[in-house]
């Protein structure tokens, strides 16, 4: 998967920026080779960091989630849950759907 940080109005030094990537490889872990590319944008304003994290994976499904809070860390924390929760719903309806045995069709008579 291809992750790309970058930031708005803000400097990310690089441990900070491999903490973000280390966060973003939680949904890579999760989604396996179904992800393709995952995007991170901060931004810092008014006091408040911003995180927007958008995914996308195989078979034009889009997750996108935005964090808000004083602190850059719990932000990114923030977004990344939540598109850690988008994917599993999509995981677990891929997962029940090919449970489900195929209908026979009965024969009337």
Do not use: N
Not at 64 to 90: C, F, N, P, S, Y
């Amino acid at each position: 998967m291809k992750r790309t940080v970058t930031s708005r109005h803000l400097t990310i030094l690089e441990p900070r920026r491999r903490r973000v990537e280390a966060r973003l490889e939680r949904i890579e872990r999760l989604l396996g080779p179904i992800a393709v590319s995952a995007q991170c944008v901060l931004s810092h304003e008014r006091g408040t960091y911003r995180c927007e994290v958008t995914v996308h994976a195989r078979g034009s499904h889009v997750f996108a989630a935005l964090g808000r809070d004083v602190r850059l860390e719990t932000a990114v924390g923030e977004a990344v849950d939540k598109v850690l929760a988008q994917a599993l719903r999509l995981k677990d309806r891929w997962q029940t759907r090919r449970r489900l045995p195929a209908r026979r069709p009965t024969r009337g008579g």
